[in-house]
């Protein structure tokens, strides 16, 4: 008779075992995915909406190798984000206007000036606001280093 309520007593501890032990694994998913969405949700403070309807334009102006005003040499490769689409043909008639632009203020550079992140954003803007006095049916948004070398 005390074997059969030993056995009935380890049957019940088991069974509080696996009870407890599915519980846990339970809350433990809960809080992983409550922990997700406020992290995905809430965090980051400055988050930019983009209209899923409109995507971005984009255009390759492909590489700029130069010499830099002092010694050494610069070479980057851009990529325009566009206003519009209707701006690309643009682009494309005055690709060797837009170009020796380019070249001329890269070429205006010297090490210190573009050695750092501060100095790179400094060129990107000279190079949108160069671009844009030139065109007439629309503007760049954004440039975009897709490769950068300075030695």
Known sequence: MATVQTNQSNKINLRSIILIIMVLFIL??????????????????NTVHVESNKQAVTYS???????LSDK???KVSLVYVLENKD?????????Y????????????????????????????KQIKESIN???????????????????
């Open 28 to 45: 433990m998913l809960m809080t992983t995915g409550i922990a997700y969405f406020v992290v995905r949700n809430f965090a980051g403070g």
């Open 61 to 67: 102006a492909g590489d700029f190798l130069t010499n």
């Open 72 to 74: 050494g040499y610069i």
């Open 87 to 95: 701006i690309v043909k643009e682009l494309q008639s005055k690709d």
């Open 97 to 124: 206007e837009i170009r020796d632009r380019i070249f001329a203020i890269l070429r205006s550079k010297n090490f210190e000036q573009v050695k750092d992140s501060r100095g790179m954003e400094e060129l990107r």
């Open 133 to 151: 006095t030139i065109l007439s049916g629309g503007k760049i948004v954004d440039v975009y280093f897709t490769s950068i070398i300075v030695n």
